[in-house]
């Protein structure tokens, strides 16, 4: 039976425990700001928006749709950040179209998730801005 190294084993990245994992992911997190422009415009974004939602004092089920929507932009946007590291990475930085089709793709689906929660963000808050100008 051959010994396997480690160092060169496929499974070397594989989380061993709940607090590997856990680092990992928080890794892959403050990675995703420090390296994503947009990573920090969308927090700048969601900051403006949960001060917002105290200055109007939303609901408590609005308060859910706009943490469920700010949540699943910054999802999105980590996801499509991988997605191109990813695409780079196999492509090997050389132009293919396959691999411009990933990208875009993936920079789509941030700008589907952040135009449905520019409408939710609308729909609560326009009725209430609207409300303290014509009342």
């Known amino acids: 039976m051959a010994s396997h190294d480690t160092n060169s084993s496929p499974r070397k990245w594989k989380n061993r425990t709940m607090v590997s994992s856990l680092e990992f992911a928080l890794t892959g997190v403050f990675t995703a700001f420090k390296e994503e422009r947009n990573m920090r415009k969308h927090l700048v974004s969601a900051v403006l928006v949960l001060i917002a939602g105290l200055i109007f004092q939303v609901s408590r089920l609005e308060w859910v749709a706009l943490v469920f929507c700010i949540c699943l932009v910054m999802v999105m946007e980590i996801i499509n950040s991988a997605i191109e590291n990813v695409v780079d990475l196999a492509s090997d930085y050389h132009f293919s179209m396959l691999a411009k089709n990933a ?33």
């Not at 941030?110 to 609308?122: D, E, H, K, Q, R």
Request: glycine share 10%; proline share 3%; with cysteine.
């Open 103 to 135: 990208k875009d793709m993936a920079a789509g689906a941030v700008l589907v998730m952040s135009a449905g929660a520019a409408i939710v963000g609308c729909l609560i808050f326009i009725p209430k801005i609207w409300q303290i100008i014509f009342h």
